[in-house]
């Protein structure tokens, strides 16, 4: 229905579309032609790029819809642009009403000048999505089937040169769920992809039989839109004899003291065989000449090293700094004329993936951690998945906001889950400067794949351009195969009926396939299987480590238990390394006005259950806020939504606190947990899911508590077998030395029952229990709801270094009296900052301070003793008066939820 309105409408807007776009075109090419003419693009006297992105022409499968496209963008971007798509395709159930743009096919095309010929001609693609037929003048030149491979093909004898002569490109798409159709059809055997319930999703089948986002399929978590676009850079690329390709730099060290460093440099050039040049590297102080013929038409891969001594280390965020050096490339001439040139940044840095046995340990248990430059580190992190379902509103500064957002909460690590996409350069050139290690998974999740000879060669030709692509970046410290495939052996009903042609499916592709592809571009860097596994037993041969990827004993896992009570250390895994769990909040009202109604805003509406994609997750999300809060009855209305919103947040906030705590405190105990990755940093969209960021970036509570529990030193407090212990956690590469505080509070009364004081020392990187004590003895007959623990941890110097409590009993169960939380002291500090004091006569568990202007409070989610004040600053995104968030702000305590 909704695909016929939009035809109808544009057969009666074509002709006057068509006559506009026509001068649009003719006055295109003239500026296009004076461009040309003035050099373009020019980076070299021997070769330039004519940058083919831009205004270009878009229409459907049959013309009756021909508008302005933008490139690089995509076909939702360009609807919205012109006024086709009159709502966000965010808003309400446009997922579903906007279907039929992602089921048509589109065509781009243009018009461009090239005034001279240099020799050679090549029209280069850096992202396609997904399924394209590429024309110069009518002549197909690239056929595309792979989102996330660069695409190429000499077009010399094609173009038209001369500043009077028209070309014309078209790409034509091709729609994605036609293609997997067809070929799921032609498959031999059916090859399964475990998604959400389509009836739950929304979503869209075989989606692991193209090389495409597999997110935008729908996932448990996000929409199916399925866009269409050229959604990367396009161009021609000039040149007389030869051109870079790529710069694909591998770091070693030479020495255990790391003071001395090899870097190899694998230049890739396209060029005439028989060339002859030279290339000149230099990196820091350290330059290499060397000569070079051309042994072959097109591709050449030519090595050149350097030796850079005593170079400062690169470190992950909270270990040391992230110094980055210029690393140039250039070709040059017989005659020193430069051919083509580049520069990037690299840095120096030693990685190791450690999954040795552990001495004394059990038969079978290894370690699982990452040693960086000689030193064992504790990954601290998160989950990324795309920030939006269409490439054409990301952008370098929403990428940057939410990695320094990471930054900001004491991450050290991120992992680019393998259902997305790869991520553009300027993610992995901020994660170089902030010091975040990359956890970079290949793009397949969750499915078997395909085996056949064409899908393995767009797997292949995928790795190789995106390891090339990528292997400058120091942050990028493993590559992965997948996420959950080695798992889903078990999952569904068609895999674990024939699991022996399943496991050869996925031996030739992630082993003989990926692995091989990658070892011939990246021998520097870790590799992983997949994620949960067991790893390798060899990596020469290399043979798999089968068996339960579950086990805690070695590798890393993957635990969700939503039934679980979440506050018992009894419920957790005692693993080596854990790269995902979590729990699922609601976004804030804040989030949802743009894309709701107020009869939307529910926690039972029928929008709700339609952006809850986890099968039973909004019941699930009703059963854990009951375990430890008072929920009333649904009602509709911006109120009791938001006071739902807050009570999942506190939920999702206690439930990952205290499971990242114990994982925490386990490098100090038998489990040897050496990494936490929770599940996950950021949204796609408006909707219930398992992110400590809203969409758009907006802070949860969540974040607040993950900058607590990633904090350099953490004190943590537990029940086991009927005693509560007290732990230190400490990250800091040097010996810690201070006082630990430890204070027993009534609900019902300010003072405190009873304080004492513990001394301390702690080797660097320690983590070891202070203080324990049976529960019994310290309630001494009370009911355990009257009273909880508050604690800190002080260094020598007086200075706080981690604050934390612990409850006795549900907050439910607490006859919690009702506070009075007062805002005083609004002072400016800056056009952007603002101080606030907040009070309170009683104890406020979960004080959360809230507005709808875009920022962030430096702390939130606080607990508020009664008697205590604190003082905090809010940082606006924009410019932002004291007066306004004075207006603008609420504070939301668990007392008001009654």
């Known amino acids: 229905k909704h695909k016929e309105e939009h035809l109808q409408r544009g057969h009666a807007q074509g002709g006057i579309v068509r006559t506009q776009l026509r001068m649009k075109t003719f006055i295109l090419c003239c500026l296009l032609a004076l461009f040309c003419t003035l050099g373009g693009a020019n980076n070299a006297q021997d070769s330039f790029t004519i940058d083919l992105g831009g205004q270009w022409n878009l229409k459907n499968s049959n013309g009756s819809i021909s508008i302005n496209g933008k490139v690089p963008g995509d076909i939702f971007g360009d609807l919205m642009r012109e006024k086709i798509l009159k709502e966000d395709p965010y808003y309400r159930f446009n997922d579903v009403n906007y279907r039929w743009v992602g089921l048509d096919n589109w065509t781009y095309s243009r018009s461009f000048v090239v005034p001279n010929s240099m020799g050679k001609a090549i029209l280069w693609a850096e992202g396609l999505d997904t399924i394209a037929s590429v024309k110069i003048n009518g002549k197909e030149v690239i056929y595309a089937e792979n989102m996330f491979s660069r695409h190429q093909a000499d077009v010399s004898s094609l173009i038209k040169y001369g500043k009077d002569q028209s070309n014309q490109i078209t790409v034509s798409f091709m729609n994605a769920v036609q293609y997997v159709d067809a070929k799921a059809s032609a498959y031999p055997y059916p090859v399964d992809a475990t998604d959400s319930p389509l009836g739950v999703s929304n979503g869209i089948l075989r989606r692991n039989f193209i090389r495409k986002e597999q997110s935008s399929f729908s996932w448990d978590w996000g929409p199916a839109f399925i866009p269409q676009g050229i959604y990367m850079p396009i161009g021609l690329k000039l040149y007389k004899a030869v051109f870079l390709n790529y710069v694909v730099p591998q770091v070693f060290a030479n020495s255990p003291q790391l003071d001395s460093f090899n870097v190899n440099i694998t230049v890739v050039v396209k060029g005439t065989v028989g060339t002859s040049l030279r290339i000149l590297a230099s990196c820091s102080q350290s330059k290499n000449v060397k000569s070079f013929t051309l042994e072959k038409e097109g591709e050449n891969s030519l090595l050149i090293s350097l030796k850079v001594d005593s170079p400062q280390l690169w470190w992950p965020r909270g270990y040391g700094g992230q110094p980055l050096y210029n690393l140039d490339v250039t070709l040059l001439a017989s005659d020193g004329s430069v051919l083509d040139k580049s520069s990037q940044k690299i840095g120096f840095r030693k990685v190791k993936l450690v999954t040795d046995p552990i001495k004394g340990g059990?038969?079978?248990?290894?370690?699982?951690?990452?040693?960086?430059?000689?030193?064992?580190?504790?990954?601290?992190?998160?989950?990324?998945?795309?920030?939006?379902?269409?490439?054409?509103?990301?952008?370098?500064?929403?990428?940057?906001?939410?990695?320094?957002?990471?930054?900001?909460?004491?991450?050290?690590?991120?992992?680019?889950?393998?259902?997305?996409?790869?991520?553009?350069?300027?993610?992995?050139?901020?994660?170089?400067?902030?010091?975040?290690?990359?956890?970079?998974?290949?793009?397949f999740a969750c499915a078997m794949y395909p085996r056949d000879e064409k899908f393995l060669s767009l797997v292949k030709d995928e790795v190789v351009h995106q390891v090339r692509r990528l292997s400058w970046h120091p942050s990028i410290i493993m590559w992965s195969g997948n996420n959950e495939n080695e798992v889903a052996f078990g999952w569904g009903n068609i895999t674990p009926k024939n699991k022996e042609l399943y496991l050869v499916d996925y031996s030739v592709l992630y082993y003989d396939t990926v692995h091989k592809a990658l070892a011939t571009q990246d021998t520097t860097r870790p590799f992983w299987p997949s994620s949960p596994s067991n790893g390798f037993t060899s990596m020469k041969p290399l043979t798999g480590a089968w068996g339960n990827p579950s086990d805690v004993n070695r590798g890393d896992v993957h635990f969700y238990n939503n039934d679980m009570y979440c506050t018992d250390v009894n419920n957790f895994p005692k693993a080596k390394f854990v790269s995902e769990y979590g729990f699922q909040s609601q976004e804030s009202l804040e989030s949802y006005l743009p894309v709701s109604l107020p009869s939307d805003r529910s926690r039972n509406s029928t929008l709700m259950f339609h952006r809850q994609h986890h099968a039973n997750g909004n019941l699930e999300l009703e059963q854990q806020v009951s375990k430890y809060f008072k929920l009333g009855k649904d009602q509709t209305g911006d109120k009791p939504f938001s006071q739902w919103s807050y009570l999942t947040q506190c939920m999702q906030s206690l439930c990952i606190k205290a499971q990242t705590e114990h994982y925490r405190r386990g490098k100090g105990m038998d489990q040897k947990t050496m990494g936490a990755i929770y599940w996950q940093l950021n949204s796609i969209w408006q909707a219930p899911t398992w992110s400590s960021l809203e969409y758009g970036g907006r802070w949860k509570m969540l974040h607040h508590y993950v900058k607590r529990f990633f904090a350099p030193v953490l004190i943590s407090g537990y029940e086991h077998d009927g005693n509560a212990n007290i732990h230190l956690t400490s990250d800091l590469n040097m010996p810690l030395s201070g006082k630990a505080v430890f204070t027993l509070r009534k609900w019902s009364q300010k003072n405190a029952v009873s304080s004492f004081v513990q001394n301390f020392t702690l080797a660097p990187l320690e983590s070891k229990r202070l203080y324990s004590a049976s529960v019994d003895s310290i309630v001494k007959g009370s009911n355990r709801s009257e009273l909880f623990f508050t604690f800190a941890a002080f260094d020598s110097t007086g200075k706080k270094l981690s604050e934390n409590f612990h409850f006795f009993s549900t907050l439910k169960e607490v006859n919690l009296p009702s506070p009075s939380v007062s805002l005083s002291g609004f002072k400016q500090i800056n056009s952007k900052s603002v101080q606030v004091t907040v009070s309170s006569n009683g104890h406020s568990p979960y004080t959360w301070l809230s507005t709808p202007l875009q920022g962030r409070f430096d702390d939130n989610a606080i607990l508020l003793l009664a008697g205590e004040s604190r003082t905090l600053t809010f940082t606006s995104k924009y410019d932002v008066s004291a007066s306004s968030l004075s207006q603008s702000l609420q504070v939301f305590t668990i007392r008001d939820t009654y």
């Open 362 to 443: 059990k038969t079978g248990e290894n370690w699982m951690y990452f040693e960086v430059n000689n030193l064992p580190i504790w990954a601290k992190g998160s989950n990324w998945i795309p920030s939006d379902s269409f490439e054409s509103r990301v952008n370098d500064t929403n990428l940057a906001e939410l990695l320094q957002s990471s930054a900001d909460a004491n991450m050290n690590i991120v992992r680019v889950w393998g259902g997305g996409l790869y991520q553009r350069e300027s993610f992995y050139t901020t994660c170089d400067k902030l010091g975040l290690m990359v956890w970079q998974e290949f793009m």
